[in-house]
């Protein structure tokens, strides 16, 4: 994981300012997270049991990638406008959609995206653009 010491900030991901979803309108340094945020989501103790080191595993799996994601639901880019675009065209519900697999993988539900209006934001969005 990129470490930034001189401002005590993290990437989520190497690959976080080349993912797709991070290519939309916010400044690059949204992408960074907070050493509290990285102690939480990628948790480490060289001296802790092997089962511990097990389950910190499965935490930290769960994260990578993780900044991107959540910025992804309220900073609507090229990519997930096409996504929308592609369930639209086929009809796709919210829960069997390309946008929610996005989300998916990080737990999301379709409830918690539903209460951001994601998908009439994105609606908007690609109207805006005359995407679809």
């Known amino acids: ?8 900030r993290y990437l989520s991901h190497g ?10 309108d916010y400044p690059a340094e949204q992408l960074l997270i907070g050493e509290t945020t990285f102690a939480q989501w990628f ?10 080191k097990d ?14 994601i959540d910025l992804a639901v309220w900073n609507l880019g090229d990519a997930m406008v096409f996504k929308y ?13 390309k946008v929610f697999e996005v989300f998916a993988e990080h737990d999301y539900t379709v409830a918690q995206l539903e209460a951001t209006n ?9 109207q805006v653009r005359g995407a679809c």
Request: proline content about 6%; some cysteine; aromatic content about 8%.
């Open 118 to 126: 994601l998908w009439e934001r994105l609606e908007s969005e690609a």
């Open 55 to 68: 389950a910190d595993e499965v935490v930290s799996g769960a994260h990578i990638g993780r900044r991107v």
């Open 1 to 8: 994981m990129p470490y930034f010491a001189s401002a005590g």
């Open 15 to 24: 690959d976080d300012p080349y993912s797709a979803l991070a290519k939309a």
């Open 85 to 97: 675009c592609q369930d639209k065209a086929s009809g796709a519900s919210h829960a069997s959609g």
């Open 43 to 52: 948790p480490f103790d060289p001296n802790a049991s092997q089962e511990q």
